[in-house]
């Protein structure tokens, strides 16, 4: 893994992570970044579509837990409907909380993912605790100059991953 920036897998939504999609890669726990990444800022508990996709997968035998930089009271907040091994103010990129996530899951760093939507958080987090990660696009993105910013550093990773996926895609075709 490395501390590389670039992804392993980019989908438009948390949704397209499938429990099927998951298993398939021996997938057996996922850590979640909560904000703009299941759901914006402004919504304080996970809504439908997330309960329910945390619902399929658990019920695939794949457990969660939530990672997020965010303040105690945002997390567990929105963690008070779901009863994950939550935690705040992590660091991310630094991967301890990542690490003591897997732990709680009980799972190893092969049998796991992270899912996020920053690059210089997330991904680099996921990478630094040994596992892949999923990135997705923030569901409502900050229109802060520090975000904006990231944003643009973000771009050329995200061409990367890319050409990456294309080379990939043309060497199935060629098997």
Request: hydrophobic share 40%; net charge positive.
């Amino acid at each position: 893994m490395g501390f590389g920036l670039v992804p392993e897998y980019r989908f438009e939504s948390f949704l397209s992570a499938t429990p099927e999609f998951l298993r398939s890669i021996g997938v057996r726990g996922i850590v979640l970044d909560i904000d703009n990444t299941l759901e914006p800022y402004e919504n304080p508990l996970p809504g439908g579509a997330v309960t329910a996709w945390l619902s399929a997968l658990s019920a695939a035998g794949i457990s969660a837990a939530i990672v997020s930089n965010n303040d105690r009271e945002r997390v567990e907040l929105f963690n008070s409907v779901l009863f994950l091994p939550a935690y705040w103010k992590s660091k991310k990129p630094f991967p301890g909380r990542v690490r003591a996530a897997l732990s709680d899951m009980g799972v190893t760093p092969s049998e796991a993912i992270l899912m996020g939507d920053q690059i210089f958080t997330d991904v680099l987090a996921a990478h630094m605790a040994g596992i892949p990660a999923i990135l997705v696009p923030p569901i409502r993105d900050r229109r802060d100059f520090l975000t904006k910013f990231k944003r643009v550093l973000e771009r050329p990773v995200l061409r990367t991953y890319e050409r990456r996926k294309k080379k990939e895609e043309k060497r199935k075709k060629h098997k």
